[in-house]
Protein backbone atom coordinates (compact mmCIF):
# COMPACT_ATOMS: atom_id res chain seq x y z
CA UNK A 1 0.00 0.00 0.00
CA UNK A 2 1.19 3.67 -0.66
CA UNK A 3 0.16 5.03 2.56
CA UNK A 4 1.89 2.21 4.46
CA UNK A 5 5.03 2.76 2.40
CA UNK A 6 5.07 6.47 3.36
CA UNK A 7 4.28 5.71 7.07
CA UNK A 8 6.91 2.83 7.12
CA UNK A 9 10.37 4.12 4.92
CA UNK A 10 10.06 8.10 5.32
CA UNK A 11 8.69 8.68 9.24
CA UNK A 12 12.32 9.71 9.44
CA UNK A 13 11.78 12.35 6.95
CA UNK A 14 8.96 13.95 8.29
CA UNK A 15 8.58 17.26 8.20
CA UNK A 16 6.70 19.74 11.00
CA UNK A 17 3.36 20.85 9.14
CA UNK A 18 1.13 22.93 10.15
CA UNK A 19 -2.40 22.77 8.42
CA UNK A 20 -4.62 26.14 8.45
CA UNK A 21 -8.69 25.22 7.28
CA UNK A 22 -11.92 27.16 8.89
CA UNK A 23 -14.13 23.89 8.43
CA UNK A 24 -13.41 21.82 11.53
CA UNK A 25 -14.01 18.71 10.22
CA UNK A 26 -12.18 18.87 7.02
CA UNK A 27 -9.12 20.28 9.50
CA UNK A 28 -9.66 16.97 11.94
CA UNK A 29 -10.17 14.69 9.13
CA UNK A 30 -6.80 15.39 7.57
CA UNK A 31 -4.79 15.53 11.18
CA UNK A 32 -5.88 12.05 12.12
CA UNK A 33 -5.20 10.80 8.58
CA UNK A 34 -1.87 12.85 8.24
CA UNK A 35 -0.74 11.38 11.84
CA UNK A 36 -1.55 8.08 11.05
CA UNK A 37 0.84 7.88 7.97
CA UNK A 38 3.33 8.83 10.63
CA UNK A 39 3.73 12.79 9.68
CA UNK A 40 3.72 15.90 12.65
CA UNK A 41 0.54 17.53 11.44
CA UNK A 42 -0.84 20.30 13.77
CA UNK A 43 -3.70 22.33 12.95
CA UNK A 44 -4.79 25.99 13.00
CA UNK A 45 -8.48 27.69 12.33
CA UNK A 46 -6.69 31.23 11.04
CA UNK A 47 -4.09 33.14 10.07
CA UNK A 48 -3.52 34.62 13.86
CA UNK A 49 -3.22 31.29 15.56
CA UNK A 50 -0.83 30.20 12.41
CA UNK A 51 1.12 33.07 12.95
CA UNK A 52 1.55 32.47 16.87
CA UNK A 53 2.24 28.69 16.35
CA UNK A 54 5.23 29.79 13.74
CA UNK A 55 6.46 32.65 15.38
CA UNK A 56 7.10 29.91 18.58
CA UNK A 57 8.50 27.16 16.38
CA UNK A 58 8.64 27.97 12.26
CA UNK A 59 6.85 24.78 10.62
CA UNK A 60 9.06 23.44 7.46
CA UNK A 61 5.34 23.18 5.53
CA UNK A 62 2.21 25.12 5.94
CA UNK A 63 -0.89 23.81 4.25
CA UNK A 64 -3.37 26.58 3.66
CA UNK A 65 -7.10 26.78 2.43
CA UNK A 66 -8.10 30.04 0.57
CA UNK A 67 -10.93 30.75 1.42
CA UNK A 68 -10.50 32.05 5.08
CA UNK A 69 -12.18 34.35 7.24
CA UNK A 70 -9.82 36.98 8.24
CA UNK A 71 -6.92 37.08 6.32
CA UNK A 72 -7.46 34.26 3.45
CA UNK A 73 -4.98 31.93 1.83
CA UNK A 74 -3.41 33.53 -0.96
CA UNK A 75 -1.99 36.59 1.37
CA UNK A 76 -0.60 34.62 4.43
CA UNK A 77 0.99 32.23 1.17
CA UNK A 78 2.64 35.94 -0.08
CA UNK A 79 3.10 36.59 3.67
CA UNK A 80 5.33 33.71 4.37
CA UNK A 81 7.34 32.83 0.91
CA UNK A 82 8.48 37.25 1.30
CA UNK A 83 9.96 36.58 4.77
CA UNK A 84 10.67 32.58 5.20
CA UNK A 85 12.08 29.74 3.78
CA UNK A 86 9.04 27.22 3.89
CA UNK A 87 6.95 24.89 1.76
CA UNK A 88 3.31 25.79 0.80
CA UNK A 89 0.61 24.15 -0.27
CA UNK A 90 -2.71 25.11 -1.06
CA UNK A 91 -5.45 22.88 -0.31
CA UNK A 92 -9.03 24.40 -1.44
CA UNK A 93 -11.91 23.83 -3.01
CA UNK A 94 -11.54 26.79 -5.88
CA UNK A 95 -10.25 24.73 -8.96
CA UNK A 96 -10.58 27.14 -11.71
CA UNK A 97 -7.18 27.94 -13.70
CA UNK A 98 -6.94 31.86 -12.73
CA UNK A 99 -6.98 30.18 -9.00
CA UNK A 100 -3.99 28.01 -9.51
CA UNK A 101 -1.79 30.69 -11.05
CA UNK A 102 -3.06 33.07 -8.95
CA UNK A 103 -1.68 30.77 -5.77
CA UNK A 104 1.47 29.86 -7.68
CA UNK A 105 2.45 33.34 -7.93
CA UNK A 106 2.06 34.45 -4.46
CA UNK A 107 4.27 31.43 -3.53
CA UNK A 108 3.07 28.23 -3.05
CA UNK A 109 4.82 25.33 -4.39
CA UNK A 110 1.71 22.81 -5.22
CA UNK A 111 -1.95 23.04 -5.34
CA UNK A 112 -4.67 20.18 -4.28
CA UNK A 113 -8.35 20.28 -4.92
CA UNK A 114 -11.01 19.18 -2.57
CA UNK A 115 -11.74 16.62 -1.88
CA UNK A 116 -7.97 15.57 -1.29
CA UNK A 117 -6.80 12.29 -0.73
CA UNK A 118 -4.73 12.20 1.68
CA UNK A 119 -2.30 9.65 0.49
CA UNK A 120 -1.74 12.36 -2.23
CA UNK A 121 -1.46 15.27 0.28
CA UNK A 122 0.84 12.63 2.31
CA UNK A 123 3.22 12.62 -0.65
CA UNK A 124 2.87 16.24 -1.73
CA UNK A 125 4.12 17.22 1.99
CA UNK A 126 7.33 14.17 1.96
CA UNK A 127 8.43 15.19 -1.85
CA UNK A 128 7.97 18.68 -0.90
CA UNK A 129 10.06 18.67 1.90
CA UNK A 130 12.64 16.80 0.34
CA UNK A 131 12.97 19.39 -2.31
CA UNK A 132 12.88 21.88 0.37
CA UNK A 133 15.75 20.41 1.86
CA UNK A 134 17.59 20.24 -1.15
CA UNK A 135 17.62 23.65 -1.81
CA UNK A 136 19.10 24.67 1.76
CA UNK A 137 22.86 24.64 0.89
CA UNK A 138 24.56 25.07 4.73
CA UNK A 139 26.82 28.23 4.50
CA UNK A 140 30.32 27.96 4.22
CA UNK A 141 32.70 27.99 6.81
CA UNK A 142 34.40 31.67 7.76
CA UNK A 143 37.05 32.17 6.25
CA UNK A 144 40.53 32.81 9.01
CA UNK A 145 42.07 35.84 8.30
CA UNK A 146 45.58 35.52 9.15
CA UNK A 147 47.77 38.30 10.47
CA UNK A 148 50.37 39.68 12.76
CA UNK A 149 49.35 42.03 14.79
CA UNK A 150 50.34 44.19 17.72
CA UNK A 151 54.04 44.59 16.27
CA UNK A 152 53.87 40.86 15.03
CA UNK A 153 54.02 39.66 18.68
CA UNK A 154 50.49 37.88 18.38
CA UNK A 155 49.11 35.95 15.08
CA UNK A 156 45.44 36.07 14.84
CA UNK A 157 42.94 34.52 12.48
CA UNK A 158 40.21 37.25 12.32
CA UNK A 159 37.98 35.05 13.87
CA UNK A 160 38.64 36.01 17.50
CA UNK A 161 41.33 33.66 18.13
CA UNK A 162 44.84 34.92 19.22
CA UNK A 163 48.61 33.83 19.72
CA UNK A 164 51.31 35.48 21.88
CA UNK A 165 54.73 34.66 20.05
CA UNK A 166 57.60 33.71 21.16
CA UNK A 167 60.36 35.37 19.79
CA UNK A 168 61.30 32.98 17.54
CA UNK A 169 58.27 32.00 16.40
CA UNK A 170 57.56 36.16 15.86
CA UNK A 171 61.08 35.94 13.16
CA UNK A 172 59.88 32.86 11.72
CA UNK A 173 56.66 33.50 10.99
CA UNK A 174 57.36 37.43 9.57
CA UNK A 175 59.63 35.77 7.02
CA UNK A 176 56.64 33.69 5.76
CA UNK A 177 54.20 36.79 6.09
CA UNK A 178 56.57 38.56 3.91
CA UNK A 179 56.29 36.23 1.15
CA UNK A 180 52.46 35.36 1.76
CA UNK A 181 51.77 32.47 -0.61
CA UNK A 182 55.11 31.71 -1.71
CA UNK A 183 57.66 29.00 -0.78
CA UNK A 184 60.59 30.33 1.45
CA UNK A 185 63.36 28.77 1.87
CA UNK A 186 65.13 27.87 4.77
CA UNK A 187 68.35 29.07 4.60
CA UNK A 188 66.20 32.31 3.94
CA UNK A 189 64.61 31.55 7.41
CA UNK A 190 67.60 30.05 9.09
CA UNK A 191 68.97 34.14 8.44
CA UNK A 192 65.80 35.58 9.43
CA UNK A 193 66.25 33.93 13.16
CA UNK A 194 69.64 35.64 13.42
CA UNK A 195 71.08 32.30 13.21
CA UNK A 196 74.43 31.26 10.85
CA UNK A 197 73.70 29.68 7.96
CA UNK A 198 76.72 27.10 8.21
CA UNK A 199 76.79 26.04 11.98
CA UNK A 200 72.74 25.51 12.45
CA UNK A 201 71.14 22.50 12.95
CA UNK A 202 68.33 22.51 9.96
CA UNK A 203 66.15 20.21 12.12
CA UNK A 204 65.57 23.04 14.42
CA UNK A 205 63.09 24.79 11.88
CA UNK A 206 60.68 21.65 11.41
CA UNK A 207 60.59 21.05 15.38
CA UNK A 208 60.23 25.51 15.63
CA UNK A 209 57.52 24.66 13.05
CA UNK A 210 55.89 21.67 14.73
CA UNK A 211 55.76 23.29 18.41
CA UNK A 212 54.14 26.55 16.37
CA UNK A 213 51.26 24.29 14.94
CA UNK A 214 50.50 22.47 18.74
CA UNK A 215 49.88 25.44 20.27
CA UNK A 216 48.04 27.72 17.61
CA UNK A 217 45.65 24.19 18.10
CA UNK A 218 45.69 24.92 22.07
CA UNK A 219 43.88 28.34 20.83
CA UNK A 220 41.45 27.08 18.27
CA UNK A 221 43.58 27.48 15.46
CA UNK A 222 44.33 25.48 12.53
CA UNK A 223 47.55 26.93 11.06
CA UNK A 224 48.05 26.63 7.38
CA UNK A 225 51.64 26.34 7.88
CA UNK A 226 53.21 24.06 5.11
CA UNK A 227 56.56 21.85 5.20
CA UNK A 228 57.62 21.86 1.54
CA UNK A 229 59.93 18.65 1.39
CA UNK A 230 63.97 19.57 0.54
CA UNK A 231 62.68 23.19 0.12
CA UNK A 232 61.47 25.36 3.04
CA UNK A 233 58.21 26.50 4.24
CA UNK A 234 55.13 28.71 2.67
CA UNK A 235 52.02 30.15 4.45
CA UNK A 236 48.92 30.61 2.44
CA UNK A 237 47.77 34.30 1.20
Known sequence: MPGEALKQGRVALSPLVYLVDDDEDFREEMLLGLTRLGLNVHGFR???ALYRAFAAKPSDIVILDIGLEGEDGLSIASHLRASQSVGIVMATARGSVEDRVNALEKGADAYLVKPIDIRELAATLVSLNERVKRQIVPSPPPTPQWALVESGWVLTDGLGH???LTASEKRFLARLFDERGKTVERRALVEALGADIYDFNYAQLDTLAS???????KCDMQLPLHAIRGQGFAFPE
Open 162 to 164: RLR
Open 211 to 217: RLRRRAE
Open 46 to 48: DAA
